[in-house]
């Protein structure tokens, strides 16, 4: 099929309103990341919740739209919850979005006792005839439920190639052609995985079907010991954009290239950084008409058959894989024995904490301030190392917060006002949630006691008395400049 | 530093209980952080999904581990 012909564009973060909401046509699609709007309501029957009324507002913006999804890959062996259907269907429609995409990796595995589980890391899914199988299945039980064209994004992986699996580009082109879906080609990850040793992008491009890719994910990323992250940071590599240069004039059905940042790294990369990105981009999306180079085609190869299947089945391998990158016991089995001995793996664990504690400082930071001034940076690392070996991730943010208060209680830790500071943090998750305000109660002033922690300062001389304070919802300050297009 | 969103509005609720308003989320060393925007949208969701390198853990513990060995270099300043 051929997709609608959008143009270049930008995943929605906070902070990129200006450019969005600019009449200069410069950025023509917004990519929306719908689960990261998401409230997560985990006892409800439906616990994924759109907020409608931020929906409403980006598709009044001028972009044409897209949908990406980050919570619910479909790479692996195990079918998604599929109550997020209805919330992803119901956000494609809200914003009209040509086509949506998801991550060819999987999230999810299950432990010896059958409790499912999620890994909290975008994990490769087994490259094999099976893998294959086991991830059509999985695109397929998604694509026919939404009402737009589907496409699965080409991953980065950490992990060294392995004897008896696919390679990368031919393991893509198995799926997409099994599933007949698009292909959204993330070019940074592709040269992320060259870096790292694995294929290289030349002969990955090779290998795949060029008029399955409807959309390209440029990004920045960073160096980190031995390994190239794709971390969305900033400027695309040079190389990246080279290549991107050299595959565009291929591509016959491509539909937009989207720059992607992370919005940790928009106060340093800056609203400049991110239009010179959108820049490049524009002189990117002109390359589509021009006819390639005679000299410079890309080079077309078939994968050879694979014959020696991976011993492992789909199944195996992704609670094998999950298990060696969220425990720390000794691995008995051959596949998790091996897996152990790949220098990936501490590597992606080591990232995993850091998404996870990412996750509980957004929405605690003040109790994680208050631990962090009263314990040693040795006994925090420690305390943060053993919270992700006993407690398994959670997908949404703020049930990742609420586990990590429940395992500080549970600890019993004499530092003072910390089991207020966690009570009022996490009250206020739900005031942010469902917008209604609540009360706590606090045995100091709690205005005196978030000054300082504001400031970084640990609380003192603060005299005691009963307090209860009512936690007002926040103001959405996004798109206060949005009736410029009314 | 003086939060302006700290808004106070104490009332003497009874006898020995003051009540005070407090927001959801409590605005934090801005000019640290260059926060451009100040904004909850992103940090309730599914923003944990990735295969990258999330920085937000790092920022905070250097924030206050800088903060830590601020206030020890004055307090040793002071004790000479």
Same mark, same amino acid.
């Given at each position: 099929?051929?997709?609608? /012909?959008?143009?270049?564009?930008?995943?929605?973060?906070?902070?990129?309103?200006?450019?969005?909401?600019?009449? /200069?046509?410069?950025?023509?699609?917004?990519?929306?990341?719908?689960?990261?709007?998401?409230?997560?309501?985990?006892?409800?029957?439906?616990?994924?919740?759109?907020?409608?009324?931020?929906?409403?507002?980006?598709?009044?913006?001028?972009?044409?739209?897209?949908?990406?999804?980050?919570?619910?890959?479909?790479?692996?062996?195990?079918?998604?919850?599929?109550?997020?259907?209805?919330?992803?269907?119901?956000?494609?429609?809200?914003?009209?979005?040509?086509?949506?995409?998801?991550?060819?990796?999987?999230?999810?595995?299950?432990?010896?006792?059958?409790?499912?589980?999620?890994?909290?890391?975008?994990?490769?899914?087994?490259?094999?005839?099976?893998?294959?199988?086991?991830?059509?299945?999985?695109?397929?039980?998604?694509?026919?439920?939404?009402?737009?064209?589907?496409?699965?994004?080409?991953?980065?992986?950490?992990?060294?190639?392995?004897?008896?699996?696919?390679?990368?580009?031919?393991?893509?082109?198995?799926?997409?052609?099994?599933?007949?879906?698009?292909?959204?080609?993330?070019?940074?990850?592709?040269?992320?995985?060259?870096?790292?040793?694995?294929?290289? %992008?030349?002969?990955?491009?090779?290998?795949?079907?060029?008029?399955?890719?409807?959309?390209?994910?440029?990004?920045?990323?960073?160096?980190?010991?031995?390994?190239?992250?794709?971390?969305?940071?900033?400027?695309?590599?040079?190389?990246?954009?080279?290549?991107?240069?050299?595959?565009?004039?291929?591509?016959?059905?491509?539909?937009?290239?989207? *720059?992607?940042?992370?919005?940790?790294?928009?106060?340093? *990369?800056?609203?400049?950084?991110?239009?010179?990105?959108?820049?490049?981009?524009?002189?990117?999306?002109?390359?589509? #008409?021009?006819?390639?180079?005679?000299?410079?085609?890309?080079?077309?190869?078939?994968?050879?058959?694979?014959?020696?299947?991976?011993?492992?089945?789909?199944?195996?391998?992704?609670?094998?894989?999950?298990?060696?990158?969220?425990?720390?016991?000794?691995?008995?089995?051959?596949?998790?024995?091996?897996?152990?001995?790949?220098?990936?793996?501490?590597?992606?664990?080591?990232?995993?904490?850091?998404?996870?504690?990412?996750?509980?400082?957004?929405?605690?930071?003040?109790?994680?301030?208050?631990?962090?001034?009263?314990?040693?940076?040795?006994?925090?690392?420690?305390?943060?190392?053993?919270?992700?070996?006993?407690?398994?991730?959670?997908?949404?943010?703020?049930?990742?917060?609420?586990? *990590?208060?429940?395992?500080?209680?549970?600890?019993?830790?004499?530092?003072?006002?910390?089991?207020?500071?966690?009570?009022?943090?996490?009250?206020?998750?739900?005031?942010?949630?469902?917008?209604?305000?609540?009360?706590?109660?606090?045995?100091?002033?709690?205005?005196?006691?978030?000054?300082?922690?504001?400031?970084?300062?640990?609380?003192?001389?603060?005299?005691?008395? /009963?307090?209860?304070?009512?936690?007002?919802?926040?103001?959405?300050?996004?798109?206060?400049?949005?009736?410029?297009?009314? | 530093?003086?939060?302006?969103?700290?808004?106070?509005?104490?009332?003497?609720?009874?006898?020995?209980?003051?009540?005070?308003?407090?927001?959801?989320?409590?605005?934090?060393?801005?000019?640290?952080?260059?926060?451009?925007?100040?904004? %909850?949208?992103?940090?309730?969701? #599914?923003?944990? #999904?990735?295969?990258?390198?999330?920085?937000?853990?790092?920022?905070?513990?250097?924030?206050?581990?800088?903060?830590?060995?601020?206030?020890?270099?004055?307090?040793?300043?002071?004790?000479?």
């Amino acid at each position: 099929m051929k997709p609608a /012909d959008l143009g270049i564009g930008l995943v929605y973060i906070p902070g990129l309103e200006p450019l969005f909401e600019s009449r /200069d046509g410069n950025v023509q699609v917004l990519e929306l990341e719908p689960q990261a709007l998401w409230r997560y309501f985990s006892r409800r029957s439906q616990p994924y919740v759109n907020q409608l009324d931020l929906l409403e507002r980006l598709n009044a913006l001028p972009q044409k739209k897209i949908v990406h999804g980050v919570g619910f890959p479909v790479g692996g062996s195990r079918i998604p919850d599929p109550r997020h259907l209805e919330p992803f269907r119901e956000a494609i429609e809200a914003i009209d979005a040509a086509w949506a995409s998801e991550h060819l990796v999987f999230n999810e595995a299950q432990d010896p006792d059958g409790e499912v589980y999620q890994t909290g890391f975008f994990l490769p899914p087994l490259a094999t005839p099976a893998g294959v199988e086991a991830a059509t299945r999985t695109i397929r039980s998604v694509s026919q439920s939404l009402p737009v064209p589907f496409a699965v994004e080409t991953p980065t992986n950490y992990l060294k190639s392995r004897h008896g699996q696919m390679s990368d580009g031919a393991f893509t082109a198995a799926v997409v052609e099994r599933a007949d879906c698009g292909i959204l080609l993330d070019l940074h990850n592709i040269w992320t995985n060259e870096r790292n040793g694995r294929q290289g %992008v030349e002969a990955f491009l090779s290998e795949i079907p060029l008029e399955r890719v409807w959309e390209i994910h440029l990004a920045g990323g960073v160096k980190y010991g031995d390994y190239w992250l794709d971390a969305h940071s900033g400027e695309i590599p040079r190389p990246v954009i080279t290549w991107a240069h050299r595959l565009i004039p291929h591509l016959p059905n491509l539909g937009a290239v989207i *720059f992607e940042l992370l919005p940790a790294y928009l106060p340093k *990369f800056g609203l400049d950084g991110v239009r010179r990105a959108v820049d490049e981009l524009n002189e990117l999306w002109a390359l589509r #008409c021009s006819p390639p180079q005679p000299d410079d085609s890309i080079r077309r190869s078939s994968p050879p058959v694979l014959e020696m299947d991976d011993t492992a089945s789909p199944t195996e391998w992704e609670n094998a894989l999950a298990n060696a990158i969220l425990s720390d016991d000794l691995p008995t089995t051959p596949l998790g024995k091996q897996l152990a001995q790949d220098p990936a793996v501490p590597l992606i664990r080591t990232l995993n904490h850091k998404f996870r504690l990412s996750a509980v400082v957004a929405n605690l930071r003040m109790s994680i301030r208050l631990l962090l001034l009263n314990l040693h940076e040795e006994a925090f690392d420690q305390l943060v190392t053993d919270y992700c070996l006993t407690i398994k991730p959670q997908r949404f943010a703020a049930a990742e917060a609420r586990n *990590f208060a429940d395992y500080i209680n549970s600890l019993e830790l004499d530092i003072p006002y910390l089991d207020e500071l966690l009570n009022y943090e996490i009250t206020a998750i739900d005031v942010i949630a469902d917008g209604r305000s609540r009360r706590v109660s606090f045995s100091v002033d709690p205005n005196k006691l978030l000054d300082a922690l504001a400031r970084g300062d640990l609380p003192e001389n603060l005299t005691p008395a /009963d307090y209860e304070a009512e936690i007002t919802p926040p103001i959405d300050k996004s798109f206060e400049t949005q009736p410029l297009y009314h | 530093m003086e939060d302006p969103t700290l808004r106070i509005e104490k009332e003497a609720l009874h006898a020995n209980v003051v009540r005070v308003t407090i927001p959801a989320k409590v605005a934090f060393d801005l000019k640290q952080m260059q926060k451009i925007t100040e904004s %909850v949208l992103d940090q309730l969701g #599914c923003a944990n #999904c990735h295969s990258g390198h999330d920085i937000r853990f790092d920022i905070e513990k250097r924030f206050i581990v800088d903060t830590k060995l601020k206030v020890h270099s004055q307090a040793e300043l002071i004790g000479r």
